[in-house]
């Protein structure tokens, strides 16, 4: 499976962004989706991850602002970001994986077979 993410950009703090992350292949209603983020200097971390009967998980950094959904007529994931902070800038990255992950390693970036190209989003104070 190919992943395309898209929908970065610069805003003030505050603002909103939706992440898309479209997919290529068969059989994207069976994939376990992910954004995770790496900001410069530091390492890639977990934001928000979802199964395949629609469950969900978030980090605590971003809970309550970002929300994780799927389209899967559209084989797409979405992220909604909402009141962004500068401490949220990153390239944000969207991960598949076709297998069952339990809950509890859901956040780890190592159970992701397929990584799309990333996208930048940069919040200015």
């Not at 297998?99 to 990584?115: F, G, M, Q």
């Amino acid at each position: 499976v190919q992943l395309q993410a898209s929908g970065g950009g610069s805003v003030q703090a505050g603002d909103s962004l939706r992440l898309s992350c479209a997919a290529s292949g068969r059989s994207f209603s069976m994939y376990i989706m992910a954004w995770f983020r790496q900001a410069p200097g530091k390492e890639r971390e977990f934001v928000s991850t979802i199964n395949r009967a629609g469950g969900t998980a978030v980090a605590d950094s971003v809970k309550g602002r970002f929300t994780i959904s799927r389209d899967n007529a559209k084989s797409t994931v979405y992220l909604q970001m909402n009141s962004l902070k500068p401490e949220d800038t990153a390239v944000y990255y969207c991960a598949a994986n076709p297998d069952y992950i339990v809950a509890a390693l859901a956040r780890l970036p190592t159970k992701y077979s397929y990584w799309g190209q990333g996208t930048l989003v940069t919040v200015s104070s």
